[in-house]
T-cell receptor
């Protein structure tokens, strides 16, 4: 079975450009999470979707960040405009089940570098 | 406001010895505590978990201990193997959120 699929794996862009990261969760999973990993803060939760509906976006750093989940098999995280401090590895994760035990399945991540 | 803290950024252990990774948390309402393992250029993978109503869970070489009064958990790896060299994240779940610590990089020397 395919795991969580993220694209692109690497993105290098210039400050001010729009960045779109994509995620395909595991089929049948009803929860999707976007995390950001930095050296300083480790893994930060940005936003959580349940059944395609955003439940908690309190971790989204500012209005430049937005996320959508138009259907059960696709989600995007957009940064517009991008800034050098957005450079990080962005992970998408999915899970299934009514009781949230915390067991998440992560993609391989998208490494973003903003120059 | 870091609810899950891993105060040791790195740990070095000799092959065959015990590795002990530590984690502290602040929120007594967490339901589950987990450890994830991460290799370079890969996403974190689930390793072992423990419910907040238990104090120990064992899976092969990996054991997680939970001390609720101290708000502390630890992961023991016995015996440590070179393939265990990775970054280990402590995590805790409350409601729908899973909060991660900053990670501890484990080096197992052959």
């Amino acid at each position: 079975d395919a795991g969580v699929i993220q694209s692109p794996r690497h993105e290098v862009t210039e400050m001010g450009q729009e960045v779109t990261l994509r995620c395909k969760p595991i089929s049948g999973h009803n929860s999707l999470f976007w995390y950001r990993q930095t050296m300083m803060r480790g893994l930060e939760l940005l936003i959580y979707f349940n059944n395609n509906v955003p439940i908690d976006d309190s971790g989204m750093p500012e209005d430049r960040f937005s996320a959508k989940m138009p259907n059960a098999s696709f989600s995007t995280l957009k940064i517009q405009p991008s800034e050098p401090r957005d450079s990080a590895v962005y992970f998408c994760a999915s899970s299934f089940g009514g009781e949230h035990t915390g067991e998440l399945f992560f993609g391989e991540g998208s490494r973003l570098t903003v120059l | 406001d870091q609810q899950v803290k891993q105060n040791s950024p790195s740990l070095s252990v000799q092959e065959g010895r015990i590795s002990i990774l530590n984690c502290d948390y602040t929120n007594s309402m967490f339901d589950y505590f987990l450890w994830y393992k991460k290799y370079p250029a890969e996403g974190p993978t689930f390793l072992i978990s423990i419910s907040s109503i238990k104090d120990k869970n064992e899976d092969g070489r990996f054991t997680v201990f939970l001390n609720k009064s101290a708000k502390h958990l630890s992961l023991h790896i016995v015996p440590s193997q070179p393939g265990d060299s990775a970054v280990y994240f402590c995590a805790a779940t409350g409601g729908f959120k899973t909060i991660f610590g900053a990670g501890t990089r484990l080096f197992v020397k052959a």
